[in-house]
């Protein structure tokens, strides 16, 4: 399943429910200034914004991407493949396969291609909810690490399931 981005009316809409019982109406002013400067005028969210708006009110990054981003876009990355040959599993395991990487994020192939090449410098929220999720990782560990200040996460490898050696 491909991801559907996150538009800014949406977001806008969700952040600024979360403010109206928590400030005064001045408060809810001057935010609302700051999160539509924030925003801008793009149709869709990008990740630096969408982090700097929930930093800016304080919000769990990992309960409002758990809010906002359906689960069924995306899935655990399986890095162990369905094989009993461990020098095939051991090898695989450190040869990246986009496809398999693009269908448990959900992020549409070309896209994944574009943003693991450089070629697109930024990536919308859904984006890194959906590298989080396939990594066993929580989405505020990607977020800090790509915009704030927070350490690269170490990726644990599941441990493979025993099988036989092949023989040559």
């Known amino acids: 399943m491909i991801i559907s981005y996150l538009n800014i009316l949406t977001f806008r809409g969700f952040v600024l429910n979360e403010i109206k019982h928590s400030h005064n109406n001045s408060e ?16 869709l969210v990008l990740g630096k914004t969408f982090y700097d708006v929930i930093k800016l009110l304080n919000l769990n990054i990992d309960t409002v991407c758990f809010t906002l981003f359906p689960k069924e876009s995306s899935s655990k990355l399986n890095l162990f493949p369905e094989s009993n040959n461990k020098i095939h599993n051991f090898i695989s395991t450190y040869i ?32 890194i909810n959906g590298l989080a999720i ?35």
């Open 28 to 43: 809810k002013r001057k935010l609302e200034k700051e999160i539509d400067k924030l925003l801008g005028t793009r149709g």
């Open 134 to 168: 396939a990594f066993s990782l929580k989405p505020s560990q990607l977020f800090e690490y790509f915009y704030g200040d927070g350490e690269r996460p170490v990726i644990e490898l599941p441990k493979p399931a025993d099988g036989d050696v092949s023989e040559g």
């Open 96 to 127: 990246g396969d986009l496809k398999l990487l693009s269908k448990t994020t959900g992020i549409e192939y070309n896209r994944l291609t574009k943003l693991f090449n450089g070629e697109y410098k930024n990536a919308y929220p859904e984006d």
